[in-house]
């Protein structure tokens, strides 16, 4: 059991080589997304977008936030009713990995995980058990680190040792099956529902990306009055361009 990671750089070329190494079919892969207004750079991303990863700056405001709004929320329990698979984070660093999966064993991406993969086999495995079980499962899975370090220094930029603390954090927002918008983040308390989406919209359509913005408005202002988006990276699966 390792209790950090290398931080995976917000580079789609990266996050897909990783979904790939675990079991996601070669027809889906990360984009980067430059705007969630222009119509014109937003036509660029295939559709349906199946899930967004946002990666920004953790700061002492978003963690206040965290706390807040975490501490009267009882720890999260799995059930078998559970509409996403959610995982608690204890790996340091490793907010990029536990995006990518959130991002494949939930909602319509999961039908494009190859049979008999290891994404395949955590989700067979994972869904039964607790919130504690998941966190024993995941620091102890070789092959999910065995992944991650094959592509945690393939970026554009030095990947930073394991050990140095990065303040940079990865979040998920997720369509279930059920066409609930999910915000999944291993720091938090558990999975957050947003809202029902209609069954034709995606993650990148104006009733999700309404929430994903609401986020980065949040935590612009907790920067800087004046801040803008420059700080954050947004990445989407999608099908993949032919």
Same mark, same amino acid.
Not at 74 to 90: N, R
Not at 108 to 123: C, G, M, T
Not at 126 to 155: C, F, Q
């Given at each position: 059991?390792?209790?950090?990671?290398?931080?995976?750089?917000?580079?789609?070329?990266?996050?897909?080589?990783?979904?790939?190494?675990?079991?996601?079919?070669?027809?889906?892969?990360?984009?980067?997304?430059?705007?969630?207004?222009?119509?014109?750079?937003?036509?660029?991303?295939?559709?349906?977008?199946?899930?967004?990863?946002?990666?920004?700056?953790?700061?002492?405001?978003?963690?206040?936030?965290?706390?807040?709004?975490?501490?009267?929320?009882?720890?999260?329990?799995?059930?078998?009713?559970?509409?996403?698979?959610?995982?608690?984070?204890?790996?340091?660093?490793?907010?990029?990995?536990?995006?990518?999966?959130?991002?494949?064993?939930?909602?319509? %991406?999961?039908?494009?995980?190859?049979?008999? =993969?290891? !994404?395949?086999?955590?989700?067979?495995? $994972? *869904? #039964?058990?607790?919130?504690?079980?998941?966190?024993?499962?995941?620091?102890?899975?070789?092959?999910?680190?065995?992944?991650?370090?094959?592509?945690?220094?393939?970026?554009?930029?030095?990947?930073?040792?394991?050990?140095?603390?990065?303040?940079?954090?990865?979040?998920?927002?997720?369509?279930?099956?059920?066409?609930?918008?999910?915000?999944?983040?291993?720091?938090?308390?558990?999975?957050?529902?947003?809202?029902?989406?209609?069954?034709?919209?995606?993650?990148?359509?104006?009733?999700?990306?309404?929430?994903?913005?609401?986020?980065?408005?949040?935590? %612009?202002?907790?920067?800087?009055?004046?801040? =803008?988006? !420059?700080?954050?990276?947004?990445?989407? $699966? *999608? #099908?993949?361009?032919?």
């Amino acid at each position: 059991m390792v209790n950090s990671f290398v931080p995976l750089e917000s580079n789609p070329d990266v996050l897909t080589r990783l979904a790939e190494s675990l079991g996601l079919s070669d027809d889906l892969s990360f984009h980067d997304v430059y705007s969630l207004d222009d119509p014109d750079l937003l036509s660029f991303i295939p559709r349906p977008a199946l899930a967004l990863m946002l990666v920004f700056p953790v700061s002492d405001a978003y963690e206040e936030y965290r706390r807040e709004q975490d501490k009267d929320t009882p720890p999260f329990e799995t059930s078998s009713d559970d509409d996403v698979i959610w995982l608690k984070q204890t790996i340091g660093n490793a907010c990029g990995t536990y995006a990518v999966l959130h991002s494949t064993l939930n909602g319509p %991406a999961f039908d494009h995980v190859r049979p008999n =993969s290891v !994404l395949a086999q955590f989700k067979a495995d $994972l *869904a #039964p058990l607790t919130t504690k079980e998941r966190v024993g499962y995941i620091e102890n899975s070789n092959s999910l680190e065995a992944a991650h370090s094959a592509v945690a220094s393939d970026g554009d930029t030095t990947a930073p040792d394991a050990t140095e603390e990065v303040n940079l954090h990865f979040v998920a927002f997720v369509k279930s099956k059920s066409n609930v918008l999910y915000e999944l983040d291993g720091r938090r308390a558990g999975p957050i529902r947003l809202t029902k989406l209609a069954p034709e919209n995606d993650v990148l359509s104006p009733a999700a990306v309404l929430f994903v913005k609401r986020f980065m408005d949040r935590e %612009a202002q907790a920067a800087s009055p004046s801040a =803008s988006y !420059l700080s954050f990276s947004l990445v989407a $699966l *999608a #099908p993949s361009l032919s």
